[in-house]
C-alpha cells in the first residue's frame, strides 16, 4: 500500500501563488507516474498535471500549462504543484495520485490509471 498526504493548501487572491505538496510513503519502490487532479464543488474530477517517477517527464492540463509546474523530489518521496497566477476558476480540491504501472501521457491524463489518491486539500483563489 502507498500513502499520499497532500498539503500547501488554503486561500490566496487571484494572482497569487501557492505551492502543494504531495508526501508518499509505504510500499512506495514500483511508482512509476504521479498526478494532481482537482475537483470543484458540482463538477467532475479534472486533470491537472503529471510527472514520471524516473526521467521527470511531465505532462500538463491546457488550462493550466504554463502557471502550474509539478516536479518531484525522489529523495524526499514527494512531488510538488508550483500554482502560479491562479485564477477564480482554480478553486478545487487538489488530489495527489500515485500509479505503478510505465504508461505514456496518454494515460497519464485519466484517473484509471492511477492506484493511489490523497485525501486532497482545498484551494481557493478569490477574486
Known amino acids: 500500500q502507498v500513502q499520499l498526504v497532500e498539503s500547501g493548501g488554503g486561500l490566496v487572491q487571484a494572482g497569487g501563488s501557492l505551492r502543494l505538496s504531495c508526501a508518499a510513503s509505504g510500499r512506495t519502490f514500483g511508482t512509476y507516474h504521479m498526478g494532481w487532479f482537482r475537483q470543484a464543488p458540482g463538477k467532475e474530477r479534472e486533470f491537472a498535471a503529471a510527472i514520471t517517477w524516473f526521467g521527470g517527464n511531465t505532462v500538463y492540463a491546457d488550462s493550466v500549462k504554463g502557471r502550474f509546474t509539478i516536479s518531484r523530489d525522489n529523495a524526499k518521496k514527494t512531488v510538488y504543484l508550483q500554482m502560479n497566477s491562479l485564477k477564480p476558476e482554480d478553486t478545487a480540491v487538489y488530489y495527489c495520485?500515485?500509479?505503478?504501472?510505465?504508461?505514456?501521457?496518454?494515460?497519464?491524463?485519466?484517473?484509471?490509471?492511477?492506484?493511489?489518491w490523497g485525501q486532497g486539500t482545498q484551494v481557493t483563489v478569490s477574486s
Open positions: 495520485a500515485a500509479g505503478i504501472r510505465v504508461t505514456g501521457a496518454q494515460f497519464m491524463i485519466r484517473p484509471v490509471s492511477y492506484d493511489y
